[in-house]
């Protein structure tokens, strides 16, 4: 839904202005689709594995909005932030990124193996919680 009225208003309220074009709007819209995947099944992942939906769904949006874009931006953990999802989301974004925006230079590779194994890992550690819990 944010994706369309951020579409519509960019036409409506070009007034002149360069619009985007189909390849970066189904661009953006792929990426969004993708981005949002990954971190609905990181949640559900982790929820299964903690038992507690706002508790996790309260550490999700802490790390998405506070702690990950600090650790991305704090150079002394080097070569390490390269394993953070948001880092690799940020690297294939499908246009170019504000000023200030933490951007990591990750290969094509690393971007796949960390979007991959994110997901991944939380969603059978939380297949495997829920198997394991007592009746």
């Not at 390849?23 to 507690?52: F, K, N, P, Y």
């Amino acid at each position: 839904m944010g994706l369309t009225v951020a579409v519509v208003a960019s036409f409506a309220l070009a007034d002149g202005s360069a619009t985007p074009h189909l390849g970066l709007i189904a661009s953006g819209a792929g990426w969004v689709l993708l981005a949002d995947g990954i971190v609905c099944v990181i949640a559900v992942g982790l929820g299964s594995l903690t038992g507690s939906r706002a508790m996790t769904l309260t550490a999700l949006i802490g790390w998405e909005l506070v702690l990950s874009p600090q650790l991305l931006d704090a150079a002394s953990f080097g070569s390490a932030r390269q394993a953070l999802l948001d880092g690799a989301l940020v690297r294939i974004e499908p246009h170019p990124l504000p000023n200030g925006t933490p951007h990591l230079p990750m290969s094509i590779v690393l971007v796949v193996v960390a979007i991959t194994l994110w997901p991944l890992v939380l969603a059978a550690l939380g297949a495997w919680r829920t198997a394991t819990r007592d009746a």
